[in-house]
């Protein structure tokens, strides 16, 4: 086997960069290895016009080190006032690249998110004529469902029953965590999608809560049984072009993590490759790798694959990486996937 991988350079196609003293401390990590990102808007307040996305790109483009080659891909955040001829006019004029869906009260900062999605419907068939893809969050919110079942309730509940209602509709289901969704996205056609995140390839529920909480491994949706991290591996290792790679690389300060309500969210971002690396090689994927972290996202968006490549070299010695980021912030711990990496970025 091989010990070098060149790739076209990857996207991120789901990415938490936050604001002000967060973004500049954690921007240059994700813009060291990838060439665009699809950007989450989950701010407070939150970015719901195609001002606040033009705003917003420049505060990310102002954070990024000299001479970085960054391409943040904005996205507006969906609200039951959202108005379809703001979303439609920021998307034709490139401002953005998707819509984000947050059930209301599913994850970090999404209490304005959608409550009625009958109060949606008209934004939602206007983006489907305009061809605008919709990201989504795919959980309910209902205190009845155990959180480990809110993925495949929400399938069934309210993503069947909206893209049945919103035909042509380009819908990706973010950060998926299940066999269930991996088998509806495989049973769907090409209008559908998934991210799968490097954290969600690596870890199950164990990992949070076997002998002692770990706060940095607690994410939304949270890690479940083994079962459906092997599903999510098969998924990202097959080939299938409908899966692609959105980290979901989401940073919080240590104190916010290690509280007695702690936020959720992994920050991959420094380490995603080497881990991916990791894994594919495992999965005997190592040439489908290509695909998954700078191919298949493209294709869906409608935008060409990056032109620059990175080699990756596999290293005799693991990989070191930093334990964490300083930021003005505050610190925030890089994931760690709980084995050594051998897999490294050339410069």
Not at 203 to 210: K, W
């Amino acid at each position: 086997m091989s010990d070098t991988i060149t790739l076209r350079r990857p996207d991120d196609w789901h990415l938490h960069l936050r604001d002000g003293d967060m973004l500049r401390g954690i921007a240059p990590e994700s813009a060291r290895h990838f060439a665009r990102a699809i950007i989450m808007p989950n701010l407070v307040p939150p970015v719901v016009t195609g001002a606040e996305a033009r705003a917003y790109r420049d505060r990310i483009l102002a954070a990024l080190p000299e001479g970085a080659d960054f391409t943040p891909l904005m996205t507006l955040y969906l609200t039951e006032a959202t108005e379809a001829a703001d979303v439609i006019a920021a998307h034709r004029d490139g401002l953005i690249a998707a819509v984000k869906l947050y059930p209301a009260g599913a994850t970090t900062n999404s209490a304005s998110g959608v409550r009625d999605f009958d109060r949606v419907r008209g934004v939602l068939e206007a983006m489907a004529e305009a061809g605008v893809p919709l990201c989504v969050h795919g959980e309910v919110t209902d205190p009845g469902i155990d959180i480990f079942d809110r993925e495949a309730v929400f399938i069934d509940r309210v993503l069947d029953p909206l893209r049945r209602a919103t035909p042509g509709l380009r819908v990706v289901m973010e950060h998926v965590t299940t066999a269930d969704a991996t088998a509806y996205v495989r049973a769907s056609s090409s209008d559908l999608a998934a991210t799968i995140t490097t954290h969600h390839l690596v870890i199950n529920r164990n990992h949070i809560l076997a002998g002692g909480i770990r706060p940095h491994y607690y994410c939304l949706p949270v890690a479940k049984r083994e079962s459906h991290r092997l599903a999510l591996r098969a998924a990202a290792t097959s080939g299938d072009a409908r899966f692609f790679l959105g980290t979901d690389s989401a940073p919080h300060p240590d104190p916010a993590k290690e509280s007695a309500c702690g936020c959720a969210g992994c920050f991959t971002a420094t380490n995603t490759l080497s881990i991916l690396a990791h894994v594919f090689e495992e999965e005997g994927a190592l040439d489908l790798l290509e695909g998954f972290t700078s191919l298949n996202g493209p294709a869906f968006y409608r935008l060409p694959p990056n032109e620059a490549r990175i080699t990756l070299r596999r290293q005799a010695e693991p990989v070191t990486y930093p334990a964490r980021i300083n930021t003005g912030a505050g610190p925030v711990t890089v994931f760690d996937p709980g084995f050594a990496l051998h897999w490294a970025i050339e410069a």
